[in-house]
């Protein structure tokens, strides 16, 4: 099996590394992170794996790879812009495409160019945080990872099945589930409203979860989304919002979101994807969102000074 993986940060680097010796990996990044990967390859740094490394083949250039089976799309979605026409060189007639990005909107995006018969979304709870080129910090126990994948067109779970054929060795628990939709605004609900907390206060998630106010924000922010999930038609049922409600009390003494993270190496923020896109959508419905609408002009403002420094 070829996989190309475009976007080796905290996702697609550890995901490369748990895929190296069962299938053949390459990597798709650019500057500094392609540096490091051609000389060092990738090296992940876990409390629950130990410290792992693989050196795949690392590329700026998609054309070097040509078509492959599977491509795991990565990157920050700001870069989507850019980065979807440039996979059109791994893209054969028998390949998958599955996103495994933060946010809404990605597999829409993907599936109005390569079709939507080939793109699935799939939403991860793990993977770790890029805190040097090539470098990957993991902090999440094995038995909290979990990729929920599935597509948006019928009868696209027979794809669904063989890359979760694929993902399974490595250890992560891979599920094909019917309705993208509902876990890709499951997931959101927690962490847009976990990143508000995490870039607001600049604390871990043990942190800010015992204060009361913060809570309270937090529990805000939760439902809004929720009911702009709801107006756009997704089955998302109370058990569901209770349970997101509930996830700051079920993570770890080190976690904090790869947002907060971003924030804090003075990165760009992957905001029109989370904030935007619940705050431009609870418009569209005239859906009041007042807490993602201050979060959102917060984290932009941030956002755009992070931008500005990188054009410099």
Same mark, same amino acid.
């Given at each position: 099996?070829?996989?190309?993986?475009?976007?080796?940060?905290?996702?697609?680097?550890?995901?490369?590394?748990?895929?190296? *010796?069962?299938?053949?990996?390459?990597?798709?990044?650019?500057?500094?992170?392609?540096?490091?990967?051609?000389?060092? $390859?990738?090296?992940?740094?876990?409390?629950?794996?130990?410290? &792992?490394?693989?050196?795949?083949?690392?590329?700026?250039?998609?054309?070097?790879? $040509?078509?492959?089976?599977?491509? =795991?799309?990565?990157?920050? /979605?700001?870069?989507?812009?850019?980065?979807?026409?440039?996979?059109?060189?791994?893209?054969? !007639?028998?390949? !998958?495409?599955?996103?495994?990005?933060? #946010?809404?909107?990605?597999?829409?995006?993907?599936?109005?160019?390569?079709? #939507?018969?080939?793109? =699935? #979304? +799939?939403?991860?709870?793990?993977?770790?945080?890029?805190?040097?080129?090539?470098?990957?910090?993991?902090?999440?126990?094995?038995?909290?990872?979990?990729?929920?994948?599935?597509?948006?067109?019928?009868?696209?779970? +027979?794809?669904?099945?063989?890359?979760?054929?694929?993902?399974?060795? /490595?250890?992560?628990?891979?599920?094909?589930?019917?309705?993208?939709?509902? /876990?890709?605004?499951?997931?959101?609900?927690?962490?847009?409203?976990?990143?508000?907390? *995490?870039?607001?206060?600049?604390?871990?998630?043990? @942190?800010?979860?015992?204060?009361?106010?913060?809570?309270?924000?937090?529990?805000?922010?939760?439902?809004?989304?929720?009911?702009?999930?709801?107006?756009? #038609?997704?089955? &998302?049922? @109370?058990?569901?919002?209770? +349970?997101?409600?509930?996830?700051?009390?079920?993570?770890?003494?080190?976690?904090?979101? !790869?947002?907060?993270?971003?924030?804090?190496?003075?990165?760009?923020?992957?905001?029109?994807?989370?904030?935007?896109?619940?705050?431009?959508?609870?418009?569209?419905?005239?859906?009041?969102?007042?807490?993602?609408?201050?979060?959102?002009?917060?984290?932009?403002?941030?956002?755009?000074?992070?931008?500005? $420094?990188?054009?410099?």
């Amino acid at each position: 099996m070829r996989i190309a993986i475009v976007g080796a940060g905290g996702v697609g680097g550890y995901l490369a590394v748990l895929l190296d *010796g069962h299938a053949e990996v390459a990597l798709i990044d650019t500057g500094e992170q392609l540096r490091a990967l051609r000389t060092e $390859g990738v090296r992940v740094r876990s409390r629950a794996r130990g410290e &792992l490394q693989a050196r795949p083949m690392a590329t700026d250039d998609p054309s070097e790879i $040509g078509a492959v089976e599977l491509v =795991l799309f990565c990157v920050k /979605t700001y870069d989507n812009g850019v980065a979807i026409p440039a996979l059109r060189p791994l893209v054969g !007639s028998e390949t !998958s495409i599955l996103t495994i990005q933060n #946010g809404i909107g990605n597999v829409e995006q993907l599936a109005d160019v390569y079709g #939507g018969e080939r793109v =699935l #979304g +799939g939403p991860m709870v793990g993977g770790g945080t890029r805190v040097a080129p090539g470098v990957i910090e993991h902090v999440l126990p094995i038995e909290a990872e979990v990729v929920e994948l599935g597509g948006l067109e019928p009868g696209s779970e +027979g794809r669904a099945e063989a890359v979760r054929a694929v993902l399974a060795p /490595t250890g992560l628990a891979v599920k094909v589930v019917q309705d993208v939709r509902l /876990t890709l605004w499951t997931k959101l609900l927690g962490m847009a409203s976990l990143a508000s907390l *995490g870039c607001l206060t600049r604390v871990g998630t043990a @942190d800010w979860r015992g204060h009361p106010e913060a809570r309270e924000l937090y529990a805000t922010l939760v439902r809004e989304a929720a009911a702009v999930a709801r107006t756009e #038609g997704v089955a &998302l049922e @109370d058990a569901a919002v209770d +349970g997101v409600l509930s996830q700051p009390d079920r993570l770890g003494p080190a976690h904090r979101t !790869s947002m907060h993270a971003d924030l804090e190496r003075g990165e760009r923020l992957e905001v029109e994807a989370v904030h935007g896109e619940v705050v431009r959508r609870a418009s569209r419905h005239d859906v009041p969102v007042p807490a993602f609408r201050t979060v959102y002009a917060v984290l932009r403002l941030a956002d755009g000074r992070a931008s500005a $420094g990188a054009a410099c």
